[in-house]
């Protein structure tokens, strides 16, 4: 066992001897770490990059390989489907979707900078096929690139700023796009001459406390402790906390109402390794879930209801924004009504049942053991308006938007013990546009950058959340992670990403 804590820094007139030096040590070998690597290389940077596993991943290696890309009149893939994306209705969506968690500065940088971004994982060898896949899925089955991946067309993000579809997915046929997207940025960065150390734990940072900066870290291989000199600088690309049961009850407890977390070595070590050294972690409540209800897309046309039979969300919007409004519901369960025309069998993943059944909406409600009056009201209320075109209570539009007026009716249980809702944390150090971690009263903490789910980026709002946000938040500040680590031995400012 290693002697150090994730809690406390190593000075540095404690390092015995140095067992590597480099200009700008990363931990952690998934796309953020990858994109730092790739940048702080290309400036002529020595890098190290140690990663806990035996090779590349971590989450984004998990993840679909869907990126959040708009903005600057739209993609080759947006424009070609006839969708213009201006760059302010871009920013707009952002803000919006980052509710009162929102970093502007970020927001209106990715906005501005996103083309360019796409254009470089391009040049890394990424690639599209560029074709539009229209409809409501959660991830293309087949190769197709660009997808609807938020609620741009539901209220109120579309009276926010003009719908576009903004995810872009990997040219990869079938789900699991993360790994292959990895796997070029991997490559990629070796090419760079990148010295990639597997089978590394990070234990604790080496901190001059004369200097006030972060100068090294230490890593445990083989169970030995390596102590790392960093000349320019440290990038914690660790991912966040969401397999870490005790961050997750100090920080998240609501995630305990859910039971599929979705990470790899996701146990808040560089959360840790940054407050130690007085890193600011911010938004540290706040999580995605999802229930893939949306598949199949009728279902969407189905209205969803609380234990006391009441409706909590536009159904139109996206599906984990609808999950996480359904996980705030007091109760243990919520309902999704459909009528015959539009039930189809939830895909077994979902782990859905059917709770109730009947003729009527007073017969469903009977059979959930609602009081009298409450559903069926409910429903009442909601066809009488939707016959008229139109949902004054939550804002849900046509075509999605129809009476279910046309028994027989089902109602499809969501039990937050037992149904699959999949869910990683979001919170995490607050840094800068420039990925410098910033300390609790706002200023750099020298030394020390931070990129992907170990901060607070884009994605910081659970119930605003859009596909392809995380990969976009950690390769666009990733690369400027690496950038400023490289840039702070000589004491500059990273270059304009271009």
Known sequence: MSGYSLHQPCPVDEVPAWDYETDVAIVGFGAAGACASIEAAGTGADVLLFERNSGSGGASGLSGGEIYV?????????????????????????????????????????AHESLKHFDWLKA???????????????????DSTLIWSGSEAAYPFCEIAKPAPRGHVIQHMGWGGGRPFVDILERRARELGVEV????????????????????????????DRYVRARSGVVLATGGFVMSEEMRRRYCPETFRINSPIGDK????????????GGDAIHMDQFFTTCPWTMPEPHAHGVFVNQAGQRFINEDCYHGRVSRYAVDQLGDRVYLLLDQAHFLQPIDLAAMSIAGTGDSWEEVEAEL??????????????????????????????PILTPLDQGPFVALELNFATTYFSFFTLGGLHT??????RGRDGAPIPGLFAAGRCTSGLPAWGHGYSSG????????????AGLSAAAAKAGTKARQIA
């Open 369 to 398: 053991e609602m009081v009298p009056g409450t559903l069926s009201a409910t429903m009442s209320l909601y066809n009488e308006h939707a016959r008229e075109g139109r949902d004054p209570l939550f804002g849900k539009r046509a």
């Open 469 to 480: 946000m995380s990969l976009a938040d950690c390769t666009f500040f990733g690369r400027r």
């Open 432 to 437: 800068s546009v420039d990925g410098e971690v």
């Open 70 to 110: 708009g903005g600057s009149g739209g993609s080759d893939a947006q424009r070609a489907a006839g969708f213009e994306d201006k760059t302010e209705d871009f920013a707009a969506y952002l803000k919006a979707a980052g509710g009162p968690c929102v970093d502007e500065a970020k927001c209106d940088l990715y």
């Open 266 to 277: 996701d146990d808040g070590s560089g959360i840790l390794l940054g407050m130690s050294v």
């Open 197 to 224: 150390i597997p089978d590394a734990r990070a234990v604790a940072l080496i901190e001059d406390k004369d200097e006030g900066c972060v100068v090294g870290v230490i890593m445990r291989i083989d169970n030995v």
């Open 124 to 142: 890394q060898g990424v690639p599209y096929r560029g074709n539009y896949l229209p409809g409501k899925v959660i991830e293309p089955t087949d």
